[in-house]
């Protein structure tokens, strides 16, 4: 049984545009949640987290939104650039329980020039 | 960059042979991971580590087994290869502590396995 869910597997959105990726999980417990960035050949990188005090959190041009009460969050990348091609992971975890991330399905994105 | 580095980075192995891949380590972080990614999967946790020859099995671990006998090195092992264990590996870190990423990991570049 999946934990966390991601949606679309993939997107295609063209340059100056707007990516959005969605994730829904289930256990409750979950309390940071972030989003990772993974290029060919390259092993995931942190790209922006979120814990479920706050509704939303921008950094840069990625903002994610979190609904506590619907058990999802979603990545939002605003004037999206051909350099933001790559897969996106979301992920959950219970902090107190030594970081052990549950990954999403992973979103792989290509911005059109 | 996190100072992760996987050995080999490429493989490829017949059914039934043993595989061993290696994650070292230059951050002294104390905790390590195994995951395995697989297309619609994500990243799946294998193993993972808290400390020297402290490991515990993730979601995935049949046909797995690790050892952790130094801070820096987190030894993943296929006993048996099987088809369905081709896969990437990645290997990760994480220190615990303060700060706004406190569950931040740091990963490796990936061990592509292929069993024939």
């Known amino acids: 049984q999946q934990q966390v869910k991601q949606s679309p597997q993939s997107l295609i959105v063209q340059k100056g545009g707007i990516s959005i990726i969605n994730c829904a999980y289930e256990?409750?417990?979950?309390?940071?949640f972030p989003w990772y960035q993974q290029f060919p050949g390259k092993g995931p990188a942190l790209l922006i987290a979120i814990r479920p005090d706050v509704s939303e959190k921008k950094e840069g041009r990625f903002t994610i939104s979190f609904n506590k009460s619907a058990k999802q969050f979603s990545l939002h990348i605003m004037d999206s650039q051909p350099g933001d091609s790559a897969t996106y992971f979301c992920?959950?975890?219970?902090?107190?329980?030594?970081?052990?991330?549950?990954f999403g399905g992973g979103t792989r994105v290509l911005v059109k020039p | 960059d996190a100072g992760i580095t996987q050995s080999p980075r490429h493989k490829v192995t017949e059914t039934g042979t043993p595989v061993t891949l290696r994650c070292h380590q230059t951050e002294n972080h104390r905790y390590m991971y195994w995951y395995r990614q697989d297309p619609g999967h994500g990243l799946r946790l294998i193993h993972y580590?808290?400390?020297?020859?402290?490991?515990d099995k993730g979601e995935v671990s049949d046909g797995y087994s690790v050892s952790r006998s130094k801070t820096e090195d987190f030894l993943l092992t296929l006993e048996s290869a099987t088809s369905s264990q081709t896969s990437v590996y990645f290997c990760?870190?994480?220190?615990?502590?303060?700060?706004?990423?406190?569950?931040?990991?740091?990963f490796g570049e990936g061990s592509r396995l292929t069993v024939l």
């Open positions: 990760a870190i994480s220190e615990p502590g303060q700060g706004a990423n406190t569950g931040e990991l740091f």
């Open positions: 992920a959950a975890s219970i902090e107190a329980a030594g970081n052990k991330l549950t």
């Open positions: 256990n409750t417990a979950f309390d940071y």
């Open positions: 580590s808290y400390g020297v020859k402290d490991t």
